[in-house]
């Protein structure tokens, strides 16, 4: 039996205006895993309406109070994470492992958000003039629209609102049509449980042939203050537009094409752990994700037979059992995208040292590429599926060139048993984020987490996360009365 849910607007649940509904399908079966409502324009005005009279009260909440709402959540996350997992393997498919390093994290996030409620809001600036106190001051932006993605859903839908909400600020979050309960429901409900207020977070879900309409109407509102988003680029471009259309700040986390760098001195078997980590975890369906392996000349051969090895040991299966390493991607649209990007490049003579082949459903195995040249389209685009190519490379500046001959710039990770080279190596990458003697999927709720070029802008997480949120504003107060020139 399947799941039915409403919208959530103003503390409420209800259906949307017109009555329609859209299906939530399970990847894995293939069978409907919930029934949601579909919402429409006129439902987006009425959950910004809702957010934007909530703002006065919880804005002015005393942050200690706020403080309390969130930790009380993290708890209650915590608590149900076995729930949750339930969910994430209903409507990604995640495997069990994977959703409850979600729960856990998501958890974490809350109650850094909570934490961060009452860090200094402002500064006392230096001023020529001693009878004037200088100060700047961070207030709560107002309405913020956030789209809360599915392939890591606790994690990126709790990251798209507890920020906003520790700030001062009221919510809009736009759920991901492939997991509207654990992106946003599931969260909106744990957050609810712990004492929100009516208002403070509202939940439109949709039909997908409604996407644009609903980005569009809520982005557009005037009372929306700040957009986040959480996705690919070709969407990230056109949240990005229409945000500056309106001139309201958005932070964006889009694509990568992510690179680890093994050079000539790394621990072969540290590596080849490394990478399966990077390139397989959550079927590869994470922006961190490693889609290149740059190794050095001198190991490429022997590191790619080992990592081959280890990829067909990888279970693959029922993301219900724990044992599952490799679960369905979110659909087998996707899954016969990531087959025909494989096959193209075979069929141009790359060579396929694992996995490959024809996918079953919306399951594709773990799978290692050699051979790979620029001119294919798996070199250049973000695969987002279980697959990495091994590029020989002939030492760490060949790497470096590689690494950053690409449009995006999210993360990177650095391969070494020298960890002076490793910092030097990731300084000259050009992305947000590079983990020396690690891989590149990571996250940590107090670090400045975001990407450079088609990877998006801003950042999420810990003091730059709730700058981004607020307002900062210059305040003085003449301590004693001023003479005027005229």
């Known amino acids: ?53 909530a703002f006065p009260a919880w804005s002015a909440t005393p942050p200690t109070q706020r403080r309390r709402v969130l930790s009380r959540a993290a708890d209650l996350l915590e608590e149900r994470a076995a729930d949750a997992a339930a969910l994430m393997a209903g409507e990604t498919g995640g495997a069990f492992g994977w959703s409850m390093f979600n729960a856990g994290l998501a958890a974490a996030m809350l109650r850094e958000a909570a934490a961060a409620t009452t860090l200094p809001i402002g500064e006392v600036l230096a001023s020529d003039n001693p009878d004037v106190l200088s100060l700047a001051v961070r207030q709560p932006a107002g309405v913020v629209a956030a789209f809360a993605p599915w392939n890591a859903p606790l994690i990126l839908g709790t990251r798209a609102v ?23 429901l599931f969260i ?88 399966a980590f990077g390139a397989y975890l959550n079927s590869g369906q994470i922006c961190m994700s490693a889609d290149r392996v740059l190794v050095d000349r001198t190991l490429a051969d022997e590191f790619a037979a080992r990592l081959a090895e280890k990829a067909k040991t990888l279970p693959g299966g029922d993301p219900t059992d724990p044992h599952t390493v490799i679960g369905p991607l979110i659909s087998a649209d996707a899954a016969r ?112 987490f975001g990407g450079l070029g088609d990877s998006g802008y801003g950042r999420f997480g810990g003091r730059a996360g709730v700058e981004a949120f607020t307002d900062l504003r210059w305040i003085t107060v003449q301590q004693r009365p001023k003479q005027f020139p005229i």
């Open 188 to 275: 909106a409900d744990v957050l609810r449980d712990a004492g929100l207020p009516p208002g403070a977070l509202n939940v439109l879900t949709n039909d997908p042939a409604d996407a644009a309409r609903i980005a569009e109407t809520l982005i557009a509102d005037p009372r929306v203050r700040r957009v986040n988003f959480t996705g690919s680029t070709k969407i990230g471009r056109r949240i990005g537009e229409l945000a500056a259309r309106h001139l309201t700040p958005a932070v964006l986390e889009l694509g990568g094409k992510n690179s680890i760098l093994v050079l000539d001195d790394a621990d072969l078997e540290y590596a080849v752990d490394a990478v």
């Open 1 to 53: 039996m399947s799941v039915n849910r409403s919208l959530l607007i103003g503390g409420d649940e209800v259906p949307a205006a017109d009555g329609r509904t859209t299906e939530d399908l399970n990847p894995h079966t293939g069978h409907v895993f919930a029934e949601v409502a579909a919402a429409s324009p006129a439902d987006v005005t009425r959950a910004v309406d809702a957010a934007s009279a």
């Open 162 to 184: 507890a920020a906003p909400l520790a700030g001062g600020n009221t919510v809009v979050v736009k759920a991901s049509e492939e997991a509207p309960l654990t992106c946003a």
């Open 337 to 448: 995208r990531v087959a025909g990007l494989v096959d193209d490049a075979a069929a141009a003579g790359a060579r396929v040292l694992s996995g490959g082949g024809a996918p079953d459903g919306a399951h594709y195995p773990a799978t290692v590429l050699t051979g790979v040249t620029p001119d294919m389209r798996i070199h250049t685009e973000e695969i987002f599926g279980p697959v990495c190519t091994v590029l020989p490379v002939a030492g760490e500046d060949e790497a470096v060139a590689v690494a950053n001959d690409s449009p995006y710039g999210l993360t990177a990770g650095i391969v070494t048993r020298d960890v002076t080279r490793g910092l030097a190596v990731a300084r000259r990458l050009r992305t947000g984020i590079a983990h020396v003697n690690d891989q590149s999927v990571d996250d940590d709720p107090i670090a400045p």
